[in-house]
């Protein structure tokens, strides 16, 4: 007997050592734009297996833009290849919802119980719900920044010191610049790729997207008709030439461009690229109604697809560890985003210190108080919303319409693509 037990003892030890110590969980995850979140993706997801070797994240073909993203996960939807989180731009949580497609956090929320301890405030929260259902949780927030070259500016007879405050200012800051020659151009605005820049103009006048019951187009009344003739006049007076995304970036980080607005997401990006080529400064971007203006919140949310039981338990640890402290830590000096947890942005083992001794960042947290939720479109046809807005505001770009027969082509197609009640 006293033979057996020995033989049952050993045979235990063996199986302990074969067999790992808990089942391992592996997540399938899916982002957009490499360009901004290889690096930090990557960070975060180490630091995470570190902490929870039970769990494996692999990571599925990311997505160009939050356009491409959204299609690919709606194109994946019961099939295999669906991810088990996806990372999905905020203006796109309504087709998510629409659908039925995304796991409701809010039981899990509720059964969380302290959220708030975590750095997930009320407010935080409310950037990833639609109709005050709790389907992502906010990840990467952004508003828009204004970015210069002060050698140019002070090449132009402007004050790097102080920046312009107004779009008459930077109009007549970029025709100076413009004017300098050599191959110099005044501004790119970066208008392309979704409407989140016109809505930085349109919210700016104090607009919106649609009427208060979605049934109609709002953005072609008159804060809509302010926002396009400042892209008209940035065009004709300011020295914008018609520059493609990529050929935008390139301009202005080879010192050939005055005055660059987008995201403060890029500012890593920027930074990196420009190097010691000029004196790079960031600031405010105008409002056209200083007292009624805001600004559109960008970046994306973190959302559960699977549901499965085990791999939900798993997927909420990974969810509130990206948009959590620690992630947020790392996205903001990654990208240049603002934080998205309160805890990340006061705690100096996160980001306490970091934008005292980073000042090119702090454009975008003085921002904050005039951020308002980027507009989603109801329906089915989002996508096609936002192509329809971008298109007619290349045609002002290249002079190709005025500017209130573009918008009002714009609001024509886009009333006729809005869903009926």
Sequence with gaps: MKHITQLLAAAAVSMAIALPAHAETTL????????????VMDTISKKFMEENPDIKIQFASPSATYE?????????????????????????????????VAVDLGPLVQKDGNMAEQG??????????VKGKQVGLAFATSNPIMYYNADLVKAAGGDPENPPKTWDEVIALGGKIKALGNGVDGI?????????????????????MLSEDESKVAFNGPEGQKAVEVLHRLV??????????AAGEQAFAAGKVGFEFQTTGALRNTIKNVGNKFDLRTAKIPLIDPVNGHLPTGGNAV???????????????????????????????????????ELAAKSVDYLGDFYKQNPLFQAGLSQMPVMTPWYAFPGSNGVKVTQTIVDNLSRIVDQSAEPKEALDDAAADVEDMLPRS
């Design 28 to 39: 399938t995850v899916h982002y957009p734009m490499p360009g901004f979140f290889k690096d």
């Design 68 to 100: 491409e993203g959204i299609q690919t996960v709606l194109r994946q939807v019961g099939t295999s290849e669906m991810p088990d989180i996806t990372f999905i731009g905020l203006n796109r949580l309504r087709m998510l919802d629409e659908r039925d």
């Design 120 to 129: 997930f405030s009320d407010t935080i929260l409310k950037l990833a719900q």
């Design 188 to 208: 790119d605005f970066r208008w392309q790729g979704d409407d989140w820049m016109f809505s930085a103009l349109l919210f700016g006048a104090g607009g919106k």
């Design 236 to 245: 004709t007076e300011g020295g914008m030439p018609v520059f493609t995304k």
């Design 303 to 341: 959302v559960i697809l699977t549901h499965d039981a085990a791999k939900q338990d798993a997927a909420w640890k990974f969810a509130k560890f990206a948009a959590g402290p620690y992630g947020a830590s790392v996205v903001v000096p990654g990208t240049g985003y603002v934080p998205n947890n």
